[in-house]
């Protein structure tokens, strides 16, 4: 296992859609390894793979938010079984420091694999929920900044340029949500 750097916003791999994964080997799973390594590191809620610079549909989180039964999903695919809707801060790790109130469904249903290739369901609500929504953008190009008002968006990308970590990177493009 190793600890990986994590892309920042504005590396365009953050806005690539990943690829599902279509191979179970010994490679998946070091990846596995290596994102959950990174992710403890870090002491952060999740880590998708496009935050490690590889194009594939997994993430890891921190096992203490699903009471240490779930760690990883492979090829994820949600489900809400309602329209209870939750508000509350989120960050990323791709963009240090930064805090925005998001919101997210409160209840989700998602189906994936393990890193083994066996099928995987998982019920969440509440901050695990919200993770795995978190996450699953990731695998599809968006970020939580996509998520917020319009209004909210010429503060967010001048927070964003006067962040020192962000020295030298491009200017990240905010997008519309496609969720």
Request: net charge negative; glycine share 8%; aromatic share 4%.
């Amino acid at each position: 296992m190793t600890v990986l750097p994590i892309r920042l916003v504005g590396d365009p791999v953050l806005r690539e859609a990943a690829v599902p994964v279509t191979d179970f080997d010994a490679e998946l799973r070091k990846l596995v390894d290596d994102l959950s390594e990174t992710l403890t590191s870090t002491g952060g809620a999740g880590l998708a793979a496009p935050q490690l610079g590889v194009g594939l549909r997994v993430f890891a989180l921190n096992p203490k938010i699903s009471d240490g039964e779930f760690d990883h999903l492979v090829n994820p695919v949600l489900e809400f079984p309602d329209e209870e809707d939750q508000d509350g801060p989120e960050g990323c790790l791709s963009i240090p420091g930064i805090y925005l109130d998001t919101r997210r469904r409160m209840n989700v249903v998602a189906k994936g694999y393990t890193k083994h290739g066996d099928p995987i369901q998982l019920v969440g609500e509440g901050l695990l929920s919200r993770c795995v929504q978190h996450e699953t953008d990731h695998l599809d190009g968006v970020l939580f900044i996509d998520r917020q008002r319009p209004e909210q968006r010429d503060q967010l990308l001048a927070t964003i340029r006067a962040a020192a970590w962000a020295e030298g990177l491009p200017i990240p493009e905010i997008r519309t949500s496609p969720h």
